[in-house]
């Protein structure tokens, strides 16, 4: 029984998944991207049928599994456009850097200003990169995982809806600054929404992603904790 439950949730999700993605393709709006009407479809889908957790994730899981080669496939657009990531290489590492430490101040005055509890502002530490990076990253500095877990999801949900419209504000045309700026603010949920632009964006974006989780891992232990003594 667990297992056609599994399989129901599987193809529930794919169903809401493409469902979502033909609306985007027809009512081009940040608000209908599949990111955000996908989940939330599954969730009152979910809840409707009454299926837990438990029982989603056993047929979830083989989604889960797919990213792997997903992951590895961003290797093909990098080797394409790899004499032109050689040219900017030094620009796109400097502005990962600025956004990583940018991501680092504005968590913790949020959390000052706040007047949130230590343990709850290291958990906001490293929201800006990808889940299993943040987690890690929480977890040292002796924050909350399940906490930062949430606050990356919110980051990148937030990325997706406010990064398009401060490319149209601040009038960004290259293709290598729409793709830093979505892939270092928003990790993978970024990482999405430069992909829509075009293919050169998500390289960026993907590559960004990368540099600022390996930013966070060296950084974050050493000046988080600064930041919050000033």
Known sequence: MSEFVGFISVVLTIIFYY???ALYG????????????APAALVIGLLTLHISYSSYIIGGKWLSV??????????????????LLKKY????ILSVLVGTLSAFLSSALLGLGANFEPQIILSLAPRSVTTPIAIDV???????????AVFVIFTGLMGLVIGPLVIRFLHLR???????LLGTGAHGCGTSAALS?????????SLAMIFAGLAT???????FPLLLKL
């Open 197 to 205: 632009l075009g293919s050169l964006e998500g390289t960026i974006a």
């Open 174 to 180: 290259s293709p290598i600054a729409k793709g830093v």
């Open 66 to 83: 797919l990213l792997q080669p997903a992951i590895v496939a961003f290797a093909l657009p990098l080797y394409k456009h790899y004499e």
């Open 138 to 148: 929480s977890n040292n500095l002796g924050g909350i995982p399940s906490l930062t």
């Open 19 to 21: 469902s979502s993605k």
């Open 26 to 37: 027809r009512i081009r709006f940040v608000l209908f991207s599949p990111l955000l009407i």
């Open 89 to 92: 290489f030094p620009e796109i």
């Open 217 to 223: 891992i060296i950084l974050a232990p050493v000046i």
